[in-house]
């Protein structure tokens, strides 16, 4: 049950995160406060590198959804994740409602079917802290059952520099360092490549940037935005993309680069 401000609940929330001893325990009562202003259904603290694959520092999500969701997210597909690119975008702000943020077609697209549709999140807050200029933390808040109201996106965000405050102290704890992320630099490498040179045999360098952002959940119109083209233009591209990799649509596309993450 929600609470407010103005109870002995938040106030000693608040307390135990100041007191905390560890990261994951700042973590866990950290994510006990925001409860109390809003009803949630999950949270998940991940570590996005520029150099390496994600890290999960903590989650509240059940056995079966983490094995859907948070195991095979963090074999390869994290590279299509919208948060994982707005970690690093110069512009991201500090606290956002995803669905303002998402590309235009995420929810259509084959990435969102296979990886986020089952975890069954209507809606959700995510908290950006750039710790270091390679590592941002990012903190998502998710409902299932119905979206934020106004009212409580007006809390969420009051709470943002109490939250940022509270993700730069995870990380500087030395429990919850991320510096030791030699093992997976390697894979995020090999991935990373993969996305990148994705039909680079028989694509040009412009079919290749419109085949990633149609990979990543953008329209026609939005790939036309984002790369400053004639919205025709992108059809074109993307009519002759299409047929050079001998795929009739969106699904094919994704299963390709799937097949290819996974050899």
């Known amino acids: 049950m929600a609470t407010g401000f103005n109870s002995t609940e938040w106030h000693e929330s608040i307390a135990a995160v100041i007191g905390a001893p560890t990261g994951e325990a700042m973590a866990k009562a950290l994510t006990s406060a925001i409860d109390l202003l ?4 999950g949270t998940c603290l991940i570590a996005f590198n520029r150099d ?20 095979r997210y963090l074999a390869g597909p994290y590279l299509l994740d919208p948060l994982y690119q707005m970690a690093f ?8 409602r995803f669905r303002d943020k998402e590309p235009d077609r995420f929810r259509s ?14 809606d959700e807050m995510d908290y950006f802290a750039e710790v270091s200029k390679d590592t941002t933390l990012v903190l998502v808040v998710g409902r299932r059952t119905r979206r ?19 993700l730069n102290e995870i990380r500087s704890s030395r429990d919850a360092s991320i510096a030791d992320t030699g093992n997976n630099h390697d894979m995020h490498r090999h991935l990373t490549d993969c996305f990148e040179k994705f039909g680079e045999s028989v ?35 993307k009519r002759n993309l299409f047929s050079k990799l001998g795929i009739s649509s969106q699904y094919q596309l994704f299963s390709l680069f799937i097949d290819d993450l996974g050899k």
């Open 89 to 96: 975008d110069d512009d991201r702000p500090t606290a956002c």
């Open 109 to 122: 697209s084959e990435y969102y079917r296979q990886y986020c549709e089952r975890t069954h999140l209507l």
């Open 38 to 41: 809003v009803e949630s259904d």
């Open 148 to 166: 934020f109201s106004r009212a409580e996106l007006d809390r969420l965000q009051l709470i943002s520099p109490t939250v940022i405050a509270a």
């Open 203 to 237: 694509l040009t360098d412009r079919e290749r940037e419109i085949s990633q952002l149609l990979l990543r959940g953008h329209s026609s119109k939005s790939v036309a935005r984002e790369l400053d083209i004639a919205p025709g233009t992108v059809m074109v591209h």
């Open 52 to 71: 390496a694959g994600p890290d999960v520092l903590h989650h509240t999500l059940e056995p079966e959804v983490r094995k859907h969701y948070l195991d």
